[in-house]
């Protein structure tokens, strides 16, 4: 059956950075469409990042970009989401998810499969 879970989630100060990391099981990862969402308290779940299988095309939201890397190791499994820079409002819980393929990236809908969520905090 296919898992995701997330790590790599923790208290950081402002400017500082953070690696998330995606692994994946009971499927392989490389064949799959991966993407990050975050979701602060009162507020709906949007899409940070996303890396499509095969040619690896990424995406990011206009909020992250820039200072947000999302990246795929097929040998382990594994995506990763390296975000520098930190700013306050980057402060949420971070989940992966993963669908077959879909143009809308960004819709929460659009994904099967959901991690548990990794908690980031930007603060001093």
């Known amino acids: 059956q296919v898992q995701l879970v997330e790590s790599g989630g923790g208290l950081v100060q402002p400017g500082g950075s953070l690696r998330l990391s995606c692994a994946a099981s009971?499927?392989?990862?490389?064949?799959?469409?991966i993407a990050w969402f975050r979701q602060a308290p009162g507020k709906e779940r949007e899409g940070v990042s996303c890396?499509?299988?095969?040619?690896?095309?990424?995406y990011y939201a206009d909020s992250v970009k820039g200072r947000f890397t999302i990246s795929r190791d097929n040998a382990k499994n594994t995506v990763y989401l390296q975000m520098n820079s930190l700013k306050p409002n980057d402060t949420a819980v971070y989940y992966c998810?993963?669908?077959?393929?879909?143009?809308?990236?960004?819709?929460?809908?659009?994904?099967?499969?959901w991690g548990q969520g990794t908690q980031v905090t930007v603060s001093s």
């Open positions: 998810a993963t669908t077959t393929s879909t143009s809308w990236w960004w819709a929460p809908y659009e994904y099967e499969y």
């Open positions: 890396i499509k299988s095969g040619d690896g095309t990424t």
């Open positions: 009971g499927f392989t990862l490389n064949y799959y469409q």
